[in-house]
């Protein structure tokens, strides 16, 4: 045995154990995210239940069961239910009945002791609409233009209201949008020139032409979506609730009509597959327990580009100074030490640093220089995704410092004194010797980075994540890329949704669809640094030797 330990063998076990057991650990924590968030997407049958309460009132529920769990029948002993007393737990069923202008939440619990009947009647019908969330309940009639009509004509009349719904986006999001900021951006030019004492009767003249311009093109896109919006609510379709009353829905409020229980596997795979689309592509409704997250992919994938391009030089430079130049003294020393402890700070404090010094300081000084006449509406003064990327950029600055150093380390003296023995200088030396050789250690700090940036949540809300963002950082008017702006994240989405949502429990299935979501986006960055890193080892692999 003695011999066995000082073979070194417990240690090789013992490591491997450690390992398998991460890697059990990760694949585990994946198909959970995965299993439950996918469920989220699939097509659930809709069930209609019969209920006879403990006074002896009975009552019909329809709507999609989302969850099971147990209660102790101890808990239940206020309610007359006629239970074995052997039955120590009792079951429950989370369904969610929808029908928002009926009842007052989406969700309730309902005891199986009290169902009487259970089914999945076929012409049950999901209506999935714009406000209110979902409709559960049966077709009436289906009414064009005032008349009646066949349910055959349902798809033609969806299509139809989804060009117009279509056009109605475009109208107001492109061309009513571009109309409001340019004259937003007259209004502030006419104030710069008033407070700079410039305002001169051709000035004032130009703009005001502009403006009457603009107004007027505003006015025709006006009627023009008025017109739209008539086309589009003209027709409705009458439903019959699970109480049975009859609800008039708009067409201009429907998103999608599905009847679940008439569904074959292909087709529920083929709603399977539209409905992650429409999560990816689509824009947060009911805040943001109903429709897609796309803004919040778009201003994750945003700002940890822009915390990549910020990080990436700064922490090479850092490195190179700190092996190359620096001296081996007491300043690089508490230079060292310093970038250490700065990968132990708590995030949360950066994000009270990034709020005090960039959004209040440099960024309140940039208003005062630069627009003046914005104030006292702040531009820069205020959290945006700029000072997001700079912030978490400082966060993740020790990691790429490291990992850079590192690999200048191992990089032998003898190649830096050999290229300058042949008349190199310095800097050409660092430019095609050891910056080449040394990349791969780069982009491992940087994939690190990434990979801490990516989930990072409370910094953001600090210095500029948000709820909803009206507007997306990227649009179509000068300059484009409006680094001002606030964003959405899919780390605080998932906050969001699954602690400020007025029924947690049911919101629990979006949570993990959007973790999953988040997690395929960080591997996707990860592997697409990790692939660009071994095209670069495998560059310099000849160089290196």
Known sequence: MNKWFKSGSPWIWLSAGGVSLSLISVIGLLWLIASRGLSYFWPAEVYQFELLDQKGKASTVIGEIYDRESIPSKQLSHLELNLDPKQETVERLLVKTGNRELVSLDFRWILVPEITKQ??????????????????GYIEEVILDGKVVSLEQMPVLLERVLEFQEEIEALQKVDIGAINYQLERLRLRERKYKLSGDYTAQKEQDISLKVAQLEAEYQTLEKSLLLLREKVSRDEIKMKA???QIVSINFADILKVSTNN???????LGMFFSQIASFIVDDPREANTEGGVFPAIFGTVL???LMTVIVSPMGVIAAI????????NALTKLLRIAVINLAGVPSIVYGVFGLGFFVYMVGGSLDQIFYPETLPSPTFGTPGVMWSAITLAILTLPVVIVSTEEGLSRIPSAMRHGSL???ATKVETLWRIILPIASPAI???????IARAAGEVAPLMLVGVVKMAPNLPLDGNFPFLHLDRKFMHLGFHIYDVGFQSPNVEAARPLVYATALLLVTIIVALNMTAVSIRNKLREKYRMLEH
Do not use: C, W
């Not at 008439?262 to 529920?268: A, R, T, V």
């Not at 100074?321 to 081996?328: D, I, V």
């Open 443 to 449: 982009m491992t700090g940087i994939i690190l980075a």
């Open 262 to 268: 008439q569904m074959n596997l292909f087709d529920k």
């Open 119 to 136: 089914s999945t009647p076929e012409k049950l019908v999901v209506i999935e609409r714009r406000t209110n969330g979902n409709f559960y």
């Open 321 to 328: 100074y700190l092996h190359e130049y620096a001296g081996n």
């Open 242 to 244: 699970m109480d049975g």
């Open 421 to 423: 023995a042949l008349g």
């Open 303 to 305: 700002m940890v580009l």
